[in-house]
């Protein structure tokens, strides 16, 4: 027996957002981890700098302090074991491999960068905790900031899955690079249109396997639930799974292209970081129910982190 049981934090550096969640292991095996911390801080790792292949400097030194930051929650917790991983910036950057260094002097957590196709592995292993799959296949998606995850799985089996790097804040830079304004009907088309050649093979694949219904495991997905329920709802008040009705979707998506760059801010359920970025994210999950007919989406409050916690306790 050991005097204490172990504490572990999972650190997820995405391109938009980091992540942290910190639980106490089971005594016994079987039963489910106790969570003692879930909190999430905008990195925006990927601005200035993610479509030149470079962690700009105030995004490099925002990593950092964030990082303090958990480290400070960890101590405090008693943390006894750390798993941190690190996707899109961090895998493209000129520089990725400078901030893993500085991570491991700084702080002396260890960071694991990882491949797209792992990392939709681990989405699916998350998000199968938090909603039901069932035996039919269902299109999951998560839609980071530097790149967007795609898998077609039931709640046993990944069908198919793919990363592309065409993340918000890279569709951001590209298509709206002048966020204050109102987004251009030219801007929306050039994207649709540049979505249909970079994801030639979600739609193939889409033809080929037919999934029935779109689940969505991201911030844009938990923003268009927020705004459905129209107030922000804080990271430990999500429910594990949300229904968001088609039609909350489409009014959500007519509104955000309707609005300028403040009025956005000031719809109820909207995080200021995501304001420009959602806007992107809806073209986007617009694109996806268009060409697969989708009309029924739910959205997952776990990922990447909570399906490397469900790896762990299944090894």
Not at 11 to 35: K, S, Y
Not at 135 to 151: A, T
Request: charged share 20%; with cysteine.
């Amino acid at each position: 027996m050991h005097a204490h049981p172990t504490r572990l934090a999972l650190i997820d550096m995405g391109t938009n957002t980091f992540h942290l969640l910190i639980v106490e292991l089971p005594a016994a095996p079987g039963q489910p981890p106790h969570e003692l911390l879930r909190t999430k801080a905008g990195v925006r790792l990927g601005e200035g700098g993610i479509s030149k292949g470079e962690i700009a400097p105030e995004a490099y030194a925002r990593a950092l302090h964030t990082l303090a930051g958990f480290k400070e929650e960890m101590e405090l917790h008693g943390v006894t074991q750390v798993r941190a991983t690190a996707t899109s910036a961090m895998r493209v950057a000129r520089n990725g491999p400078a901030l893993v260094r500085d991570i491991s002097e700084q702080f002396g957590i260890e960071v694991e960068v990882i491949a797209g196709g792992r990392e939709a592995e681990l989405i699916w292993k998350g998000v199968r905790q938090a909603v039901p799959l069932g035996p039919e296949r269902q299109l999951i998606m998560d839609i980071g900031g530097g790149s967007v995850e795609f898998i077609i799985a039931n709640d046993h089996e990944i069908f198919w899955k793919q990363s592309f790097e065409i993340g918000a804040q890279r569709l951001l830079d590209y298509y709206f690079p002048d966020p204050s304004g109102i987004i251009l009907a030219g801007a929306v088309a050039g994207e649709q249109e540049a979505l249909g050649r970079q994801l030639a093979p979600l739609v193939a694949a889409v033809q080929a396997l037919k999934p029935v219904g779109l689940v969505g495991a991201s911030g844009s997905f938990d923003s268009l639930a927020d705004m459905q329920l129209g107030r922000l709802r804080a990271e430990k008040e999500l429910p594990p799974c949300t229904e968001l009705a088609l039609g909350s979707f489409q009014h959500s998506y007519a509104q955000l292209l309707s609005l300028n760059h403040a009025e956005r801010l000031a719809l109820p359920g909207i995080l200021p970081m995501r304001a420009d970025m959602l806007v992107v994210a809806a073209v986007l999950i617009d694109w996806v129910l268009g060409i697969s007919g989708i009309t029924r989406i739910r959205t997952s409050a776990f990922a990447l982190k909570e399906g490397l916690l469900a790896e762990m306790l299944a090894a």
